[in-house]
Every structure is written in C-alpha cells, then in structure tokens.
T-cell receptor, first 112, second 124 residues
Framework: QKEVEQNSGPLSVPEGAIASLNCTYS??????FFWYRQYSGKSPELIMS????GDKEDGRFTAQLNKASQYVSLLIRDSQPSDSATYLC????????????FGTGTRLQVTL | GAVVSQHPSRVICKSGTSVKIECRSL??????MFWYRQFPKKSLMLMAT?????????EQGVEKDKFLINHASLTLSTLTVTSAHPEDSSFYIC????????????????????FGPGTRLTVL
C-alpha cells in the first residue's frame, strides 16, 4: 500500500464549479498535511496546510482533515482555468523532521 | 516568504559527464536540505536529506556514489550527478528546511520546507 494515495485524474470541472480533490494516507503517525499545486515544468507551490481535524479555509481553498479516516481533501471553489494544474498531497510523519511524503498527484482541468 | 534558488535551471549534457546543481537559501539558514527527483507525470521522490556539516542520508534505492550531496554551509547544498546517463534525465528539486524540523509561519501557512524552482537535466 502506498503511503499517500491520490486519484491521478484528470479531474475535469467547468469554470466556476467546485473541484474536490482527495487524498488518503497510511501512517497514523502523520501529523502535518499539505496541498501543493504544481504547474507543468515548475516546482510545487504550497497552497494549504492543515494539522487538526476539521476544515481550514483560505480564500477559494478549503482543506478538510479527518485523522480517524486518514483522509484529507482540498476543495477549490469558483474554479478558474488558472487552477488547472497537478495537485500534490503531502504528509509529514511525526519524528521525521519535516520529511515530506508526496502522493502521485491529481491533475485538474478547469474547462471554459 | 523564504526564498530558495537553484542553479542552473536547465542543463543538457553528454552521457558520462558529471553535472553539479546548486541549491541556495537566500534569506535564511537552512540546516536541512532535501533533494527530490521527479520524472515526467510522476510525483516527487525524495532522494536524500542533508544536514549542514554532516553526511547526507539517502533514501532506499538511491546510489550515494552516483548522487553526491554536499552541504558545507547553512545556505548552500550541491547535488552532483556523476557519470550521468539518459535515465538520469529528470527534474531535480531541492527544498530547504530549518533546524530540527522547525516550522515557521509563512503567508498563513506553517511550513518546514521551502522549495527551489527546480533544475531540468537532460542527458543525451
């Protein structure tokens, strides 16, 4: 079983819709959870971090964490064509000194 | 936010040559540097973790004699791909972190790593 799993997509949503991206992780010692956006040929860019169960909102982005289910999601409201990218879920396991373990990423396509 | 640079951004070399990639933290002291590799349409895979002044810790399956990492100062780490071959062609990304996994708040996010822009290596 992979440590961090994501659906590779592509996930296609129309402009203005809500995009929902999901991620599951296997290590119950995971303490920190991140969502990165990566455009083709570019380095990942941090868009959300979450540490506690529940929701965290930042602009059009909402991260949701459920540690009991080992599940973290990212919602993008009012999706824009510029949101089209690969979204990487990453976790840090307790005691690993910030070592990030990435999922394979979900490619999002926002259509006009 | 903290800035990390990489040089070069793109390099093309002949098979058998060695290539050095530099990673610099521009406005903070990076006790820890992480080196990742990303193949097309794949995720980032951690290659090694280096702490300033000590030997790097390599992930399973990564050849330490092929991928030489030096972290001689708190602002500079280098990755040298020795005797590069076409299968080493990839996107190499470094990330700089703070001592002991310490995290800081950066634009409403608490984070422990700051990524460089990446280096595209093509081996002919």
């Amino acid at each position: 079983q992979k440590e961090v799993e994501q659906n590779s997509g592509p996930l296609s949503v129309p402009e203005g819709a809500i995009a929902s991206l999901n991620c599951t992780y296997s290590d119950r010692g995971s303490q920190s959870f991140f969502w990165y956006r990566q455009y083709s040929g570019k380095s990942p860019e941090l868009i959300m971090s979450i540490y506690s169960n529940g929701d965290k909102e930042d602009g059009r982005f909402t991260a949701q964490l459920n540690k009991a289910s080992q599940y973290v999601s990212l919602l993008i409201r009012d999706s824009q064509p510029s949101d089209s990218a690969t979204y990487l879920c990453a976790v840090v396991v307790t005691g690993t000194a910030s070592k990030l373990t990435f999922g394979t990423g979900t490619r999002l396509q926002v259509t006009l | 936010g903290a800035v990390v640079s990489q040089h070069p951004s793109r390099v093309i070399c002949k098979s058998g040559t060695s290539v050095k990639i530099e990673c610099r933290s521009l406005d903070f002291q990076a006790t820890t540097m992480f080196w990742y590799r990303q193949f097309p349409k794949k995720s980032l895979m951690l290659m090694a973790t280096s702490n300033e002044g000590s030997k790097a810790t390599y992930e399973q399956g990564v050849e330490k004699d092929k991928f030489l990492i030096n972290h001689a100062s708190l602002t500079l780490s280098t990755l040298t791909v020795t005797s590069a071959h076409p299968e080493d062609s990839s996107f190499y990304i470094c990330s700089a972190g703070l001592a002991g996994g310490r995290q800081i708040k950066d634009n409403n996010h608490i984070r422990g790593q700051f990524f460089g822009p990446g280096t595209r290596l093509t081996v002919l």
